[in-house]
């Protein structure tokens, strides 16, 4: 396989590119990653090759497959005017880039796999959502809209898209786990507002195997459309202007969490004591806008990953927490 990543080096990328490698080099099959950054002197895997976007816009490279991972952080800080145009800036441009990429290369890619997040659903309260479901409008669910409706424009070319709609990432390397870890070992962590409301999560272990099912079924059901690989169904189907598939996939876990339960599962998992909280009121102070992540729930369930066959190595919170790797 010969494999492009955009936002590699992240949280998710990294993980991904070590899994890929462990995996195929497991196996004796070729693999082939390319990581696209703007530094090419960043540090990366002695099996990664380095590509710049500048590189990029004048390469005739060939790659089965892209993954587009690339974006600035949703939760990194206050969402100000300037910080929501970065985070838009910061998927749309790379997205973009891959775009002409794709549309001037002669050898098409046979999948795009790209980034999103359960957000794209809205506020929706403890209501079960899965790939049919409906949105709230939101700003959260513009900047999903936004990059997936440009992700979706590689149809126009022939190259199929699979959208990953993904929840939080359960890691003490990174995500919402490595900022929660230093405040909850100093024993001043604890339930956010009233607790009851719905996290939907995923562990990484878990978003970076989901990942790989879905490449490998799209293209095992590309090379056998005969075979029982193809992961289009009737509810994760996404319009689109031509007759390329494009689908979407949660990656969440199947079973999803109150706040409550995330907390006391966290301090237990660390020793400590969960007994403080913070109020809905100190949360928007804090944070404004943004406190919308910690406030309002989502139920977002995995339902394509499962129809289709994919299982859950770490189902459960308590499982994500123990059983890191």
């Known amino acids: 396989m010969n494999i492009l990543i955009s936002g590699g080096s992240g949280f998710l990328g990294s993980a ?12 004796g099959q070729e693999l082939y990653i390319t990581w696209l950054t703007r530094d090419s002197s960043q540090q990366h895997p002695v099996e990664v090759s380095m590509m710049t976007y500048d590189e990029l816009a004048t390469s005739n490279a060939s790659f089965e497959v892209i993954v587009n991972l690339a974006g600035a952080g949703i939760a990194d800080s206050r969402w100000s005017d300037e910080r929501k145009q ?14 002409e990429f794709i549309a ?4 098409k890619p046979k999948l795009m796999v790209s980034g999103s997040a359960v957000g794209w659903y809205g506020t929706q309260g403890d209501k079960p959502l899965n790939e049919s479901s409906s949105y709230e409008t939101d700003f959260s669910h513009k900047l999903c809209d936004d990059w997936e409706q440009l992700a979706l424009k590689a149809t126009d070319y022939g190259v199929p898209v699979a959208i990953v709609r993904t929840g939080i990432v359960i890691h003490p390397d990174g995500g919402m786990i490595g900022k929660l870890l230093l405040p ?14 719905i996290m939907s999560w995923v562990s990484r272990a878990d978003w970076v195997g989901a990942t790989i099912f879905i490449i490998e ?19 994760n189907i996404l319009q689109t202007a031509t007759d390329t598939p494009a689908v979407v996939y949660n990656l969440t876990a199947p ?8 907390t006391k599962a966290l301090g237990s998992w660390l020793h400590r004591p969960t ?32 129809e289709a066959g994919y299982e859950f190595k770490q189902p459960t919170f308590k499982q994500a927490l123990e059983q890191q790797h």
């Open 104 to 107: 001037r290369n002669k050898y």
């Open 275 to 306: 007994f403080f909280t913070l109020p809905n009121f100190l949360l928007k102070l804090m944070f404004g806008e943004m406190s919308t992540l910690l406030i309002d729930g989502q139920k977002v369930l995995p339902q394509a990953l499962q």
């Open 184 to 197: 909850f070992k100093l024993g001043v962590g604890g339930q956010l507002g009233d607790g009851q409301q």
């Open 255 to 262: 079973n999803p969490v109150t706040n409550h339960t995330f």
């Open 86 to 99: 970065t985070l838009l800036a910061s998927r749309v441009k790379p997205t973009e880039s891959l775009l």
């Open 16 to 27: 991904l590119t070590d899994e890929l490698i462990k995996r195929y080099k497991n196996k």
């Open 217 to 235: 079924k799209h293209l095992a059901a590309q090379n056998n459309p005969q075979s029982d690989h193809n992961l289009v169904t009737v509810d």
